[in-house]
């Protein structure tokens, strides 16, 4: 490898990476897209991927729903109790 060259982010991921990013199982992934609560997905032949913007924005969705649930909102990027 080229130390001088840039690197790129991945721009997609599979379900393994993804789960494995996340440090979530298959099986609670597979449950969240049945509950209509996983991220986004996209087929390239084949295989099934999740682009990083869908990761990234399944990450705030949790996040927000999580801290709905607590009592927690975040204002200006700091949390507050509701």
């Known amino acids: 490898m080229n130390p001088t060259a840039p690197t790129l982010s991945k721009l997609a991921y599979t379900v393994p990476q993804f ?21 986004r997905l996209m087929k390239v032949g084949r295989r099934t991927l999740i682009s990083a913007q869908a990761a990234a924005d399944w990450c705030k969705r949790m ?12 204002i200006d990027g700091h949390q507050a109790v509701a």
Do not use: I
């Open 19 to 39: 789960c494995d990013g996340f440090n979530v199982s298959r099986t609670h992934f597979y449950g969240l897209l049945k509950e209509g609560r996983g991220p």
């Open 63 to 74: 996040e927000d729903e999580t801290n709905l649930q607590s009592g927690y909102v975040c």
